[in-house]
């Protein structure tokens, strides 16, 4: 069945915020979206992975079930390459065959070689399956943990124009606005565990926790991790056993890994966040700037870092998205 532009784009937005509303919580599977559409253009089935605490069934199977006998002849749009072997569910390669899908569209072939070759089935048995190239940020660090064997790094800052994250009496709430904040909240929704080191916890004594606006939490809340020796006393957020510590960020990613934590944002202080940078384990910065003076203050932009003597030494980083947020400007920079 071929579809027009129009069908295919809302077919793979469909797909992807699919994914999207499950990134976080579907550890340490990959969270995938992927859309089901009829012959005559509508979109009849929609699904993501499910988390393994519950019937962890894929988004395939999701998609399907929500089609019913719609998905004959159909067409499916898959964010990943369809699985073509048995786990805690069956191949969804052969899930698809069975339900008379007419053609796949997927988006990001499997790396993994115990998974992959889904494809490769639906053509041996007449099923045409493209590979189709779209961004897909949910996917992005379980590819990473697939490739790299660490954890997927995002590393966060907040600060005014001037570079400063807090006044020089250490007050800094709050800098950002209302839709900034969100936003940050959002993130840390959607990732599997938040690091601190022990100077925010002593200084701040943050909760970690997902929050929105109204105070209430969201229904996926990341483990909170600790970096650093020093006590942390049991009045604190942070001090009543919930959190997982560590004494060196090498230790703590390797562990973290191992768990089956895939996606990490970063909290920290200049120190934590400069260690990350400079031992190259950054994958992404948030920025989030408020067009605010301080004049002086404590500083982000001052990380602890392997500073370069010269300009050709420089760090430099592509904006990978930037978005207004209210009054305040919010930049995801990746590695160049």
Excluded at 113 to 119: H, K
Excluded at 202 to 218: K, V
Excluded at 224 to 240: E, T
């Amino acid at each position: 069945m071929e579809c027009s532009e129009a069908v295919r784009s809302a077919a793979w937005n469909a797909a992807i915020a699919a994914g999207d509303s499950v990134r976080g919580t579907t550890w340490p599977n990959p969270s995938v979206g992927c859309a089901i559409v009829a012959p005559d253009g509508r979109i009849v089935g929609v699904g993501a992975t499910q988390p393994p605490g519950g019937t962890g069934e894929h988004a395939e199977v999701m998609a399907l079930r929500q089609a019913g006998e719609l998905a004959r002849g159909a067409t499916a749009f898959v964010t990943l390459e369809p699985c073509n072997h048995t786990g805690r569910t069956g191949p969804c390669s052969h899930a698809l065959y069975d339900a008379g899908i007419a053609a796949v569209h997927y988006a990001t072939p499997d790396p993994n070689p115990t998974a992959s070759g889904g494809a490769d089935f639906l053509r041996q048995h007449g099923i045409p399956a493209t590979h189709e190239p779209r961004e897909v940020s949910a996917l992005e660090p379980w590819l990473h943990g697939v490739r790299h064997r660490r954890p997927f790094v995002t590393v966060k800052m907040a600060h005014t124009l001037d570079g400063f994250s807090a006044a020089q009496d250490s007050s800094s709430q709050w800098i950002t606005g209302e839709q900034a904040r969100a936003h940050a909240h959002e993130i840390r929704a959607s990732r599997d565990a938040i690091i601190v080191g022990t100077g925010t916890v002593l200084a701040d004594n943050p909760r970690l926790t997902a929050r929105r606006l109204d105070g209430s939490l969201y229904p996926h809340q990341p483990q909170p991790v600790i970096i650093g020796s020093r006590p942390i006393p049991a009045k604190l957020h942070l001090g009543q056993g919930g959190e997982l510590r560590y004494s060196s960020i090498s230790e703590a990613l390797s562990d973290l890994f191992a768990r089956g934590y895939r996606d990490i944002l970063v909290e920290g202080g200049p120190g934590l966040v400069g260690a990350f940078v400079s031992a190259g384990l950054a994958d992404a910065i948030h920025s989030y700037i408020n067009p605010s003076l301080l004049g002086a203050g404590l500083n982000p932009a001052r990380l602890v870092l392997d500073e370069p003597t010269s300009m050709k030494d420089i760090r430099r980083f592509h904006i990978h998205q930037l978005r207004q947020l209210g009054n305040d400007i919010f930049i995801e920079s990746r590695l160049s």
